[in-house]
């Protein structure tokens, strides 16, 4: 099983990113996906959850209306789109899928909102 995330960067307050998770070696349409999100000094945090369909996606409080969790099960990828950043939102983000065997994890990718 190999998650690649990309899409992070340096993007001021209310400004959007996209993040993208490319999976691989595991029948990606089976899967229910996540993302999940660590801030420095903090525990890492449920960010959003989405259904194998793609027909079910739940959210972190804080996220509900300003992140959108999709995938697109053709590419084998998962997206989270994150509108209105806030300073608060800077953490790295992993996306992640829980098998019959384990828990497997992106290395992440660094997203910092900062004027």
């Known amino acids: 099983v190999q998650l690649v995330e990309s899409g992070g960067g340096l993007v001021q307050p209310g400004g959007s990113l996209r993040l993208s998770c490319a999976a691989s070696?595991?029948?990606?349409?089976?899967?229910?996906m996540k993302w999940y999100r660590q801030a420095p000094g903090k525990e890492r945090e449920l960010v959003a959850t989405?259904?194998?369909?793609?027909?079910?996606?739940n959210y972190a409080d804080s996220m509900k209306g300003r992140f959108t969790i999709s995938r697109d099960n053709a590419k084998n990828t998962v997206y989270l789109q994150m509108n209105s950043l806030k300073p608060e939102d800077t953490a790295v983000y992993y996306c992640?899928?829980?098998?019959?065997?384990?828990?497997?994890w992106g290395q992440g990718t660094q997203v910092t909102v900062s004027s």
């Open positions: 989405i259904s194998s369909t793609g027909g079910i996606t």
């Open positions: 992640n899928v829980r098998t019959i065997f384990r828990d497997y």
């Open positions: 070696g595991f029948t990606f349409s089976r899967y229910d």
